[in-house]
Nanobody
Framework: VQLQASGGGLVQAGDSLRLSCAAS????????VGWFRRTPGKEREFVAV????????HYADSVKGRFTISRDNNKNTVYLQMNRLKPEDSAVYYC???????????????????WGQGTLVTVSS
């Protein structure tokens, strides 16, 4: 199983970016795929998840209304559309997959068995 995160870059505050998480060795519709991020000196935190089964989406409060997670089954890829970016969104973003994910554990990183390598997002003010 491999998850390939891409799409990061350097942008200005207010700009948009779309991150991609391309999967191989599994089908994205059979797993829940989440995005997490980590900034230097801080723990990795939950950003968003696209759950398998009911295809529900959930977001951290800090990104709700600005970020959108989506899934393209044909491309076996999950996206994170990030709009109205802020400097505090700067981080390394990771995608991760969970084969079983109950609603109460969507932010629990231990529930995600597979992780991508991360893509760096830098938002300048």
């Amino acid at each position: 199983v491999q998850l390939q995160a891409s799409g990061g870059g350097l942008v200005q505050a207010g700009d948009s970016l779309r991150l991609s998480c391309a999967a191989s060795g599994l089908t994205v519709r059979s797993v829940s795929v989440g995005w997490f991020r980590r900034t230097p000196g801080k723990e990795r935190e939950f950003v968003a998840v696209f759950r398998r089964g009911d295809s529900s989406t959930h977001y951290a409060d800090s990104v709700k209304g600005r970020f959108t997670i989506s899934r393209d089954n044909n491309k076996n890829t999950v996206y994170l559309q990030m709009n109205r970016l802020k400097p505090e969104d700067s981080a390394v973003y990771y995608c991760a997959a969970a084969t079983g994910l109950i609603a109460s554990a969507i932010t629990n990183q231990d529930q995600y068995a597979y992780w991508g390598q991360g893509t760096l997002v830098t938002v300048s003010s």
